[in-house]
């Protein structure tokens, strides 16, 4: 305990101050509001070491998380430089690098590039197109045409290709290959590239189908065109008969006409044909008046003979082309005879024989 007036400590069992003679009084020997005041800044203190604590580790999180996005973002310019790298030496990156010299006229350059390209991607068909352009302009019509007919070979459907192929062609007066090019060519668009290059093919006439005679075959085209054609179904592109006038198909059975034309730089047209059926009529039997009987006058004979045919005649024996050729009314002669006639037509068709047997006595 201690004294309220001087705050001494008071001996134990003391009812006065030993110090002031003040009466002793029941006086805690703490003093509150310090103590309190300790006890506030104790918390204080622990607050603030936990608010150091939380601001340390938050600082700390912070550090990691920047940490993480600097790595991230490290690690991602890396990968877009190494992917540039990778996509700049790919077969895209080196067609493009071909395209952007082609361009600049640099045309070895761009063969360059091109040929890497195809080291990645060997039928690459922008790679070949590039070069067959670049080595057209540097007028190397052979290797333009190996890379583009390459080309060509993996796309036909490619109208830059067409348009090339035509142009080293025409370069180097291969006419025949442009033939044969428009031959491959399936889209329309593209076939129009071949305006220039296509020749009208013949006309046959008459038209194919099934005769009985012996018929003309005339052919026509456009002029300053050759014709050829061939009677046997080969091609007359190769060995045709020189056309100048028309002819006559002069055999039995089926016969194939084929015709084409050619103009002149050498470029052929497509092959026409024609089929012909030749069966020819022979002439009905002959008829002839009066009728086979027994006469007692002076009788003269007429035999029908219908057009395109000739009649031959024999007494008794068996007519032929030597015989008699009727050329109007004749005597029936006298006696116990046999009449026999034939009818030949302008195709050369033989009748069968039609006898009469006359008995002329006057």
Avoid at 74 to 102: C, N
Avoid at 215 to 231: K, M, R, V
Avoid at 326 to 333: D, K, L, N, R, V
Wanted: charged share 25%; net charge neutral.
């Amino acid at each position: 305990m201690r004294c309220k007036k001087c705050g001494a400590k008071l001996k134990a069992g003391c009812v006065y101050c030993s110090v002031c003679g003040e009466a002793a009084q029941m006086v805690p020997d703490y003093n509150l509001e310090e103590d309190y005041l300790k006890f506030l800044l104790q918390e204080g203190g622990k607050k603030k070491s936990i608010r150091k604590k939380e601001e340390s580790s938050e600082k700390k999180k912070k550090r990691i998380y920047l940490g993480l996005v600097i790595a991230a973002l490290t690690a991602t310019i890396i990968f877009l430089i190494g992917l540039f790298f990778v996509q700049d030496q790919s077969y895209d990156g080196q067609v493009k690098k071909a395209e952007r010299s082609y361009g600049k006229k640099e045309y070895d350059k761009a063969a360059m590039y091109a040929k890497k390209a195809l080291k990645r991607n060997a039928g690459g068909i922008k790679a070949h197109i590039i070069l067959g352009k670049c080595y057209l302009e540097k007028g190397e019509i052979g290797t333009a045409k190996e890379y583009l007919e390459y080309a060509f070979s993996i796309s036909n459907s490619n109208i830059e290709i067409c348009r090339l192929l035509i142009e080293v062609y025409e370069a180097d007066r291969d006419y025949p290959s442009i033939t044969k090019l428009y031959s491959k060519v399936k889209k329309k668009e593209i076939k129009k590239l071949f305006a220039d290059y296509m020749v009208e093919t013949p006309k046959i006439e008459p038209k194919g189908g099934t005769y009985d005679e012996y018929p003309d075959i005339t052919l026509s085209a456009e002029n300053g065109l050759t014709i050829y054609y061939t009677l046997d179904g080969s091609n007359p592109k190769a060995g045709g008969i020189l056309y100048e006038e028309p002819f006559s198909l002069e055999e039995e059975g089926e016969i194939e006409v084929n015709a084409i034309c050619v103009d002149k730089r050498g470029i052929f047209s497509s092959k026409v044909t024609q089929n012909y059926t030749i069966q020819l009529n022979i002439p009905d039997l002959p008829t002839a008046t009066p009728e086979s009987g027994t006469y007692i006058q002076a009788t003269q004979i007429t035999i029908d003979v219908p057009e395109n045919c000739r009649a031959y005649y024999a007494w008794n024996s068996t007519p032929n082309a030597n015989a008699s050729r009727y050329t109007g009314p004749f005597e029936m002669i006298q006696g116990n005879n046999v009449l026999s006639i034939i009818l030949v037509n302008e195709n050369g068709q033989t009748s069968g024989i039609q006898k009469y047997n006359y008995i002329y006595m006057p």
